[in-house]
Structure formats: structure tokens, C-alpha cells
């Protein structure tokens, strides 16, 4: 079973930068996206931005699109969250996660694996 470890998280002030990384082990073989999910207090988790791990997808959410940007090193098993322009609702934990089938990209309930999570806070 795949296994994702986030790092790179942190305090930082609105407009400024953070880039959180993925790193996969075990089979990512198998691994068809693989992205960022965030969950702020009291709520749902939501799709932030999810790529395909060999293929040339990639779906961003809106209240993200032109602030983040999400990249791979598949030599190193790797994702990366590239966060600019950080604004307070940005505040989250941030959670990578890995699924094994073609579809339902953005809905977090179909992934199959997960890091244990990253806390990402934005001051204004």
C-alpha cells in the first residue's frame, strides 16, 4: 500500500508564498491522480488541486487558479504545492492524497490514500 508524507507547511503572512511536498512510497504504480485536498475547522474537506501522476491532467479549483500550482518529480516519487499570493481563508490543514482509478478526480471521497496532513496558516 502506497504511503504519502507531506511536508512544508507553516505561519506565514497574507500575500506570501509556501510550497508543501508529497512524497510517495511503497506501490505508486498503480497511482492515477494524485493532488491536494484542505480541510479548515468546522469544515468539509475540499479539492484544491489534483494532477495526473503519468499523464497530462491537471484540475484546479477556482478559489485557487492563478495562486497555486501543482508539479511532480516522478524520479522521486514527488508532488509539489506551489502557493502564492497566500490569503487567510487559505488557512487549512492540507492533505495529499493518491487514487488508483480514472475519474471523480476532485471528490475526496474517492481517493485511496492519504497524508497525514500539513497545517498551513495565513495571517492577515
Known amino acids: 500500500q502506497a504511503q504519502l508524507v507531506e511536508s512544508g507547511g507553516g505561519l506565514v503572512q497574507a500575500g506570501g508564498s509556501l510550497r508543501l511536498s508529497c512524497a510517495a512510497s511503497g506501490p505508486t504504480f498503480s497511482m492515477y491522480y494524485m493532488g491536494w485536498f484542505r480541510q479548515a475547522p468546522g469544515k468539509e474537506r475540499e479539492f484544491v488541486v489534483v494532477?495526473?501522476?503519468?499523464?497530462?491532467?491537471?484540475y484546479t479549483a477556482d478559489s485557487v487558479k492563478g495562486r497555486f500550482t501543482i508539479s511532480r518529480d516522478n524520479a522521486k516519487n514527488t508532488v509539489y504545492l506551489q502557493m502564492n499570493s497566500l490569503k487567510p481563508e487559505d488557512t487549512a490543514v492540507y492533505y495529499c492524497?493518491?487514487?488508483?482509478?480514472?475519474?471523480?478526480?476532485?471528490?475526496?471521497?474517492?481517493?485511496?490514500?492519504w497524508g497525514q496532513g500539513t497545517q498551513v496558516t495565513v495571517s492577515a
Open positions: 494532477m495526473c501522476w503519468r499523464g497530462d491532467c491537471t
Open positions: 492524497a493518491g487514487r488508483n482509478r480514472f475519474g471523480q478526480a476532485m471528490d475526496f471521497r474517492r481517493y485511496d490514500y
